[in-house]
């Protein structure tokens, strides 16, 4: 079991940066980690993944713009934000999957969420 707590999210101009975290009550080291978000009206998108090695994996539309890293000790995922649009504007969630369990942008692959925190992006 890990329970997930993203930071507060935040509301920046077009062209901002925002770094987004996800404290772990449990170890997350061999865990597959992403970021998901949802606009209102859409469906959840994954974001971004990091497997246990440090791979990762980015949807097309925030490659070059994104990145997400991890802290095993500290137990903490991240996701730094750049370069951001008013279409990146969502609710983000963190998801961690099962121990040892595959890793990519597969909805199927996450058992665990956070609460979600938004981000909202202005022109």
């Known amino acids: 079991q890990v329970q997930l707590v993203e930071s507060e999210g935040g509301s920046v101009q077009l062209g901002g940066s925002l770094r987004l975290s996800c404290a772990a009550s449990g170890d997350i080291k061999f865990r597959c980690m992403a970021w998901y978000r949802q606009a209102p009206g859409q469906e959840r998108e994954g974001v971004a993944a990091?497997?246990?090695?440090?791979?990762?994996t980015y949807a097309d539309s925030v490659k070059g713009r994104f990145t997400i890293s991890r802290e095993n000790a500290q137990k903490t995922l991240y996701l730094q934000m750049s370069s951001l649009k008013p279409e990146d504007t969502a609710m983000y969630y963190c998801a961690a999957s099962p121990l040892y369990n595959s890793c990519g942008l597969r909805l199927s692959y996450f058992g665990y969420w956070g609460q979600g925190t938004r981000v909202t992006v202005s022109s």
């Open positions: 990091i497997d246990r090695d440090g791979g990762t």
